[in-house]
């Protein structure tokens, strides 16, 4: 079985400050590893996704992503975060059936 | 390339009706998936179709049933409907060559 945990419901954020978002995931098989970003009203656009080879992926947006597979963990970066940022950020495990995390809200602040 | 598509854009029906939500994939894909979406939660898989056919189904009762015709277009279909059906129902379209693309979703309330 797959799982992912999404460790904060909220992050707020000043403008152009970093941001972490956290994901821990569990899989009992070859780990695909997703982030996807949903404005209000909307559905869910790819941000960026770890299939193999380097852990460091790097995404739309200015964002990135390792993967650790010692700590199964998938935690979301950005160095500088702007206003459009905010929005729900979802991580998600899986290949042809996603299992997502609860999401994050992230609020960016002026 | 419009993408994944997904007709209506909202829908509103009262409990114990019958509804169908519709879904074009995006172009080249073959395989489309469809997620339930509660207000402040993640999606949640509700099945795969692939060549016409169910090929994994997620933790939903028999209500909830779909098809996939032969241009790769899908719907689902919920009977019964609850109040606890009320969600955001995404469509999801993939190939063995390229991950899923999400439509924007129908929004789904029962009355």
């Known amino acids: 079985a797959q799982s992912v945990t999404q460790l904060d419901s909220q992050v707020p954020v000043f403008e152009e400050a970093p941001v972490e978002l956290r994901c821990n995931y569990s899989s009992s098989v070859s780990v695909y590893l997703f982030w996807y970003v949903q404005y209000p009203n909307q559905g869910l656009q790819l941000l960026l996704k770890y299939l193999s080879g380097s852990t460091l992926v790097k995404g739309i947006n200015g964002f990135e992503a390792e993967f650790n597979k010692s700590q199964t963990s998938f935690h979301l970066r950005k160095p500088s975060v702007h206003i459009s940022d905010t929005a729900e950020y979802f991580c998600a495990v899986g290949g042809n059936k996603l299992v997502f995390g609860a999401g994050t809200i992230l609020r960016v602040k002026s | 390339d419009a993408g994944v598509t997904q007709s209506p854009t909202h829908l509103i029906k009262t409990r114990g009706q019958q509804v169908t939500l519709r879904c074009s994939p995006k172009?080249?894909?073959?395989?489309v998936s469809w997620y339930q979406q509660a207000l402040g939660q993640g999606p949640q898989f509700i099945f795969q179709y692939y060549e016409e056919e169910e090929r994994q189904r997620g933790n939903f009762p028999d209500r909830f049933s779909g098809h996939q015709f032969p241009n790769y277009s899908s719907e689902l279909n919920v009977n019964a409907l609850l109040l606890g059906d009320s969600a955001l129902y995404l469509c999801a379209s993939s190939s063995h060559r390229e991950e899923a693309f999400f439509g924007q979703g129908t929004r789904l309330t029962v009355v």
């Open positions: 172009s080249g894909h073959d395989t």
